[in-house]
């Protein structure tokens, strides 16, 4: 049971490239959800899925897209990246989305644009 | 805007002694207060949460203390030890799809 995985670790991209930073989780959490952490700033939501097929905006969802075709993974999709985008992203699921269920986080993206 | 504030932003105690990490919210809707525990490279762990109907809640070294009338909760951590220098985060929710506010951290070092 590896809980929740996140490729890459690590990824240097120029300004105006394009990625997708992948998120799989084998728990069969319905809920998932994608965070970006800055320093001092504590972890704001950009996107979360209820379920395969349903997505919804968080607190920062500029310049960020997500689809979720199968209830195992919930990839994000960076368009035309920007410095401000420069982040450690974190994905988490947790198994009804009720209050104390508990969410788990993957390791974590860790992304620089430069 | 910050809808869960933390305080200190970082803090160092000696082996043994009380950590203490506040948080204070506005919006009274918040229903559900987890910490959580991060160590350099890793995800966020949950380490104890806390509901607004009781004011206290203790898991071995680690207590929540809330006060519902202040839109307060605070962390405390007994006899602090070298393995609990990490980053820890108050959050809280209010809604029925999981999502978190969370606070902006404090980093905590405890010396030998």
């Known amino acids: 049971n590896a809980g929740v995985t996140q490729t890459p670790k690590f990824r240097i991209l120029k300004i105006g490239q394009s990625m997708t930073l992948q998120c799989t989780q084998d728990m069969n959490h319905n809920y998932m959800y994608w965070y970006r952490q800055d320093p001092g700033m504590g972890l704001k939501l950009i996107y979360y899925s209820v379920g395969a097929g349903i997505t919804d905006k968080g607190e920062v969802p500029n310049g960020y897209n997500v689809s979720r075709s199968t209830t195992e993974d919930f990839p994000l999709r960076l368009e035309l990246a920007a410095p401000s985008q420069t982040s450690v992203y974190f994905c988490a699921s947790t198994g009804t989305g009720s209050r104390g269920d508990t969410q788990y986080f993957g390791p974590g993206t860790r992304l620089t644009v430069l | 805007q910050q809808q869960v504030k933390q305080s200190p932003q970082s803090l160092i105690v000696q082996k043994g002694g009380i950590s203490i990490i506040n948080c204070a919210y506005e919006?009274?809707?918040?229903?559900?207060f987890p910490w959580y525990q991060q160590f350099p490279g890793k995800g966020p762990a949950l380490l104890i949460a806390i509901r607004p109907d009781v004011s206290e809640k203790k898991e071995g070294r680690f207590t929540i203390s809330f006060n519902k009338s202040a839109k307060q909760f605070s962390l405390h951590i007994m006899d602090s030890q070298p393995g609990d220098s990490a980053t820890y985060f108050c959050a809280a929710s209010l809604d029925s799809w999981g999502k978190l506010q969370f606070g902006a951290g404090t980093q905590v070092v405890v010396t030998p």
């Open positions: 919006n009274t809707a918040f229903d559900y």
